[in-house]
């Protein structure tokens, strides 16, 4: 565990940087999917220090394997 993560009784905390190794998307697309309740929610440190927890974002990572979603690719339109 690095320096940036926490560790609470019964819960790990993770900073941005190793949620960024985990997640290969950016902090504008992780902001907006958490702001649309599409992913797991920060927890505020402080007023500049924000972590997630690990459980939640492993839990988010296997129920998109689960799910077998596609990503639509921008500028094709499915054909009926």
Known sequence: ????????????????????????????????????GDFPRRIALTSRNVAWDLEEIEEWIESRKRSGARADRPGVTAVA
């Open 1 to 36: 565990m690095s320096d940036g993560d926490r560790t609470l009784p019964g819960k790990t905390l993770i900073n941005r940087k190793t949620l960024r190794a985990m997640i290969p998307l950016s902090d504008r697309a992780i902001f907006n999917m958490e702001k649309r």
